[in-house]
């Protein structure tokens, strides 16, 4: 059974800095693109970040360019998000999943979430 976890999410001052940590349990991650989301309460899930398989490839949503940086390490299964200039309109639960590259959403079935809030 695929698991998605989360963590590092926490309350911070605008302008700080957090860094999520997503963990896969499964057997091919390195082969997967993945992806971080995120979900503002009240709002769609949207995307953050990918990463090709390899990590050669990322790219972001245009709020988020240039403040975050989305790694990986397929020796661990582990996805990465350094978010940095936070704003309180990044305040979401933020999701790591596969990419459905088609449509831009998750393939795998969703983990909990880190919940991340800046405040102002």
């Known amino acids: 059974q695929v698991q998605l976890v989360e963590s590092g999410g926490g309350l911070v001052q605008a302008g700080g800095s957090l860094r999520l940590s997503c963990t896969a349990s499964?057997?091919?991650?390195?082969?997967?693109?993945m992806a971080w989301f995120r979900q503002a309460a009240g709002k769609e899930r949207e995307f953050v970040a990918n990463?090709?398989?390899?990590?050669?490839?990322?790219n972001y949503a245009d709020s988020v360019k240039g403040r975050f940086t989305i790694s990986r390490d397929n020796t661990k299964n582990t996805v990465a998000l350094q978010m940095n200039s936070l704003k309180p309109e990044d305040t979401a639960v933020y999701y790591c999943?596969?990419?459905?590259?088609?449509?831009?959403?998750?393939?795998?079935?969703w983990g909990q979430g880190t919940q991340v809030t800046v405040s102002s």
């Open positions: 499964v057997d091919t991650f390195s082969n997967f693109y």
């Open positions: 999943n596969a990419l459905q590259g088609a449509t831009m959403t998750g393939l795998l079935s």
């Open positions: 990463i090709g398989s390899r990590g050669g490839l990322t």
